[in-house]
């Protein structure tokens, strides 16, 4: 079994946008992004604060707008539509979830899709069903785990590829690059019949639910890639979807938690804002 080591290839990535950063404020530019964050969920403030760290890594800068857990839907699409004006903005992240009183697809729809950095405006989502090519601003986690995979040299042609998951921002994006990269895909939700037949039949396994312990050693194929992407607390502790230990024992290759899918995402954040900075600046069509 080899480890998916996501923190050692985090930093590959990080290393290389901090390059990235020092080139555009040579000429002038410096990127910078705005996260919006509504209330106190304790499990967003941390998220925000590891983007937060990369920032301060590859010198985008970054600027936190904190608003009230009673804010209005209304006031926090004007300050989108505030942040989708301003010239020296480059990158907008509304932390998710949003309180219930606030419809999030309607905040998602008034990001400017340029400045859309997490990839979850439906114009982003859109074009990554054309190819490869058109995946510019996908969203960070599922791009994260294609990196990953390219990174260890792995290449999913022809594979039997299972997505656990079917969410807007993981399991259908993770779904779709898999098969943009010609693997054969299963995506399997909350209504699938038999999950562990799904899994089982997996050369590559990637699982995103949030459910700790939902995989089972049974539940995978002799010699199986098996991709983590669950974020759990256990009794304090953090832990994924898969039963690390034992499905550790028959993977080839097998993500841990932490230290797997976060820092990937994290990274792929931090480009995405790269990007976005460079076609606004240099008014490229995405
Ligand atoms: N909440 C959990 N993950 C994410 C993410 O990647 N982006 C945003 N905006 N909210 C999240």
């Not at 301003?86 to 309607?106: A, N």
């Not at 790269?274 to 008014?283: D, F, G, Q």
Request: net charge negative.
């Amino acid at each position: 079994m080899k480890l998916l080591d996501g923190k050692l290839v985090s930093q590959k990535v990080l290393s290389e946008v901090k390059e990235d950063v020092e080139q555009l404020k040579s000429d002038g530019i410096s990127p910078k992004i705005a996260v919006v964050m509504v209330g106190d969920n304790p499990a967003s403030l941390s998220y925000i604060k590891q983007k937060r760290k990369a920032c301060e890594f590859t010198g985008i800068e970054w600027e936190q707008i904190d608003l009230p857990e009673s804010t209005k839907h209304e006031k926090l699409i004007e300050v989108v539509e505030e942040l989708n004006k301003r010239k020296d903005m480059h990158g907008i992240l509304v932390q998710l979830p949003l309180p219930d009183h606030i419809y999030t697809p309607e905040v998602i729809k008034a990001i400017d899709p340029k400045k859309d950095v997490d990839g979850f405006h439906a114009y982003n989502l859109g074009k990554m069903f054309l190819s490869t090519d058109f995946e510019e601003l996908a969203p960070c986690t599922p791009m994260g785990v294609i990196k990953m995979l390219d990174e260890y040299g792995i290449d999913v042609a022809g594979m039997d590829a299972t997505v656990v998951g079917a969410s807007n921002i993981v399991g259908k994006p993770m779904s779709t690059m898999l098969l943009n990269r010609q693997a054969t895909v299963t995506t399997c939700h909350i209504k699938t019949k038999d999950l562990k037949k799904n899994t089982l039949n997996a050369d590559l396994l990637i699982v995103g639910v949030g459910k700790a312990g939902l995989i089972t050693a049974d539940m995978v194929k002799d010699g199986a890639i098996v991709v983590d992407i669950g974020c759990n607390r256990v009794d304090g502790k953090l832990c994924g979807d898969v039963d690390f230990d034992e499905v550790a024992a028959k993977a080839s290759y097998i993500t841990p938690v932490p230290g797997g899918c976060g820092p990937m995402t994290v990274a792929c954040l931090m480009e995405n804002t790269v990007i976005a900075c460079e076609r606004l600046t240099k008014e490229k069509d995405l």
